[in-house]
């Protein structure tokens, strides 16, 4: 066996021997002519020449060998359903639907847009679209009208696949009117809308435009609709990061990188084998829903499980029930998730029969230790961090225990993956730091591995001037994010590099004054955020929910566990890193993809506009924040 070492070496030093290698994995209609074009950088071009199919490494070349076996499970715990599909069945039902979509006017290139629930269908039209050479672009289904009006006008679709309703908690929410409001607002007209009906609420169809896919299936149930071989750059999707930071970003992804990066992820990375079963709680709106709820678990020829509903209901085991009924082996989830676990009982998780899985993998958010110690212990199992992008499209760090088994260290998500060759950068000088525990902006130099975006959907210009143009004097792609590597090349993630703050001259990471305060045994989630002072440039004001939740109401009560957080921060970090006040909240404002989103927080604080909130998930949150602060 190859030492981890020893791979990520070859990935960069060796790179197109490296990557010729897991071109390998999948299937070529044309085997590429040149492994990595990085003629005029940085835009990489991989496997230049070759061409492929997503929907054929991802469904019809295992139906030979595995059509009985089970390749999607829909699990829904809002209508009660469960339904599997096996590889030949899902075949069959990507076909029909690849025959609608055509039906409709959708040509190779052309984009369709996905505004669903976590549903199979939403499942069987991302397959069916790059089957047939479109471009998808799914819209996460909380999205409202507004949000979802500039992502037609920026994709402008041909057609557009929806539902009646979505369902959150056992009630049913309408997506059908939110869409034809979103048709009102944008400026793009689709050339049909294609609806599920999953008989929720009502619809009005509108005639000429609105197509039930229960009449198109019954029209296509035969349907033989061949993969189009694509090239390699050919664009697979776009798709929005969080809107964490600001206005989100367009990412355009290609179709060779991103299978042949997601087909070695699975071995490399989850060390995970085919016939298995991988459950991913994320949503198809995120990058972790396309990447492993969809793609690679059925590029790797696994049954992978797709969930409608939350995770606490009908009670918080449901998830760890669906493990033990469908052997789960990969688990993946949220930090954000495990929070709302954390507040029940661990009873819940351990009454079930956990024993089939090999690991829980958690992305999207710093995992603070209390939340890994919560999970790690209540399940017994594994627990490791993988650090990523929207726009790289799978980890940037983790541990890739498939090459080669390795200790996590508390706190980090592990080294740099293969393929990626990250650097520690001084922000300011653009200087490299190569002295183990240095602070500096995690960045990577290009060429980006394959299944990172090509660019941004329509705009190569800010493609550049965001991501290579930000670190003075060199071309390489910044995270906009802080961290320190180890001697052992182990790195551990300080936050983003817009959350960092200055009290009378220091500098601190609000990561590390909210790391503190959540190991605080009252406290069940925190956000740090750094607010204008006139005295001392800028202080740290906390929002905190309390694992109480009567704490909020009550002045009192607030007053003393505020006080009691504030010594538990003097002790852990010092005076400096102490808030200057604790409000208490009953929810902290988020991203709807579960993100803090301190810039919303620290902009309320500051009584500034609050710029786009979009992607926010509960309006009512912020309300909370401002009078909070109004009763001081
Ligand atoms: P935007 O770029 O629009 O502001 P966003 O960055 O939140 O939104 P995503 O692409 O969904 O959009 O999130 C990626 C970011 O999430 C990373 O840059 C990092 O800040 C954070 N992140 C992801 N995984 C981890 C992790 N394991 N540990 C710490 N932070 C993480
Ligand atoms: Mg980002």
């Given at each position: 066996m190859t030492s981890f070492a020893e791979f990520h070496r070859q990935s960069i030093e060796d790179r197109d021997v490296f990557w010729a290698a897991q071109a390998q994995l999948i299937d070529w209609k044309v085997p590429p002519a040149q492994i990595c074009d990085y003629s005029n950088p940085p835009f990489a071009r991989w496997f230049a020449g070759g061409q492929t199919n997503l929907c054929h490494n991802a469904i019809d070349r295992h139906v030979a060998a595995r059509g009985d076996q089970p390749a999607l499970i829909a699990v829904s715990t809002e209508t009660n359903t469960e339904r599997t599909y096996t590889y030949a069945q899902l075949h069959a039902e990507v076909q029909r639907m690849a025959a609608a979509l055509q039906a409709l006017g959708v040509k190779k290139g052309d984009r369709v847009q996905i505004y669903m629930p976590m549903i199979a269908e939403a499942a069987i039209a991302m397959l069916a679209s790059v089957r047939i050479g479109a471009i998808h672009s799914v819209v996460f289904g909380g999205f409202a009208s507004g949000s979802l009006a500039t992502r037609i006008d920026d994709a402008q679709p041909t057609v557009i696949v929806s539902a009646d309703a979505g369902s959150r908690a056992g009630r049913a929410v309408p997506y059908k009117p939110l869409l034809d409001e979103a048709l009102g607002l944008a400026s793009h007209k689709p050339q049909a809308v294609l609806l599920v009906d999953r008989g929720l609420v009502p619809m009005n169809l509108v005639a000429g435009r609105d197509h039930l896919w229960a009449e198109l299936r019954a029209q296509h149930l035969d349907a033989q609709v061949p993969c189009e071989w694509v090239d390699a750059t050919h664009p697979s999707y776009t798709l929005y990061t969080s809107g964490t930071t600001g206005k989100p970003k367009g990412v355009q992804r290609d179709t060779g990188g991103y299978t042949v990066a997601l087909a070695s992820s699975m071995p490399a990375i989850f060390d995970a084998k085919p016939g298995q079963t991988f459950f991913c709680t994320s949503d198809i709106g995120w990058v972790v829903g396309h990447s492993y709820i969809i793609y690679a678990p059925l590029i790797h020829g696994m049954a992978t499980i797709m969930y409608e509903g939350v995770p606490i209901r009908p009670d918080p085991g449901v998830w760890w029930s669906l493990v033990e009924k469908y052997k789960v082996t990969h688990m993946f989830s949220a930090p954000t998730a495990i929070r709302v676990l954390k507040k029940h009982d661990p009873e819940y998780l351990t009454k079930y029969d956990l024993s089939s899985l090999q690991a829980l993998w958690l992305a999207g958010e710093p995992l603070d230790e209390p939340t890994a110690n919560w999970i790690s212990s209540a399940i017994g199992r594994p627990i490791i961090d993988n650090y990523w992008q929207t726009e790289t499209g799978w980890p940037i760090l983790t541990l890739c225990n498939g090459v080669e088994k390795q200790a996590s260290r508390f706190g980090s998500p592990g080294k740099a993956v293969y393929g990626y060759n990250v650097k520690l950068i001084d922000g300011e000088t653009g200087a490299e730091l190569t002295e183990p525990m240095q602070k500096g902006v995690i960045a990577i130099e290009g060429?980006?591995?394959?299944?990172?975006?090509?660019?941004i959907w329509r705009d190569d210009q800010r493609f550049v001037n965001t991501y290579w143009k930000s670190i003075p004097g060199r071309l390489i792609y910044n995270t906009f994010d802080w961290g320190v590597r180890d001697k052992d090349g182990y790195y551990f993630i300080l936050g983003r590099t817009d959350d960092v703050i200055n009290v009378a001259g220091h500098r601190l990471g609000t990561r590390e004054i909210e790391e503190s305060i959540s190991g605080h045994a009252s406290i069940a989630e925190v956000a740090v955020v750094g607010v204008a002072d006139n005295l001392k440039g800028q202080v740290a004001l906390a929002f905190a929910v309390a694992r109480d939740n009567n704490v909020a109401g009550d002045p009192q009560a607030c007053a003393a566990l505020e006080k009691s957080v504030c010594n538990h921060v003097d002790a852990q970090l010092g005076a400096v890193a102490r808030p200057a006040r604790v409000y208490f909240v009953s929810m902290l404002p988020k991203t709807r993809?579960?993100?803090?989103l301190r810039r919303a927080l620290q902009a309320v604080a500051e009584k500034r506009e609050t710029g786009d909130l979009s992607t926010m998930e509960d309006p009512a949150a912020l309300q909370q924040v401002v009078e909070a602060m109004i009763r001081g």
């Open positions: 060429p980006l591995p394959p299944g990172n975006l090509m660019t993809s579960g993100k803090l």
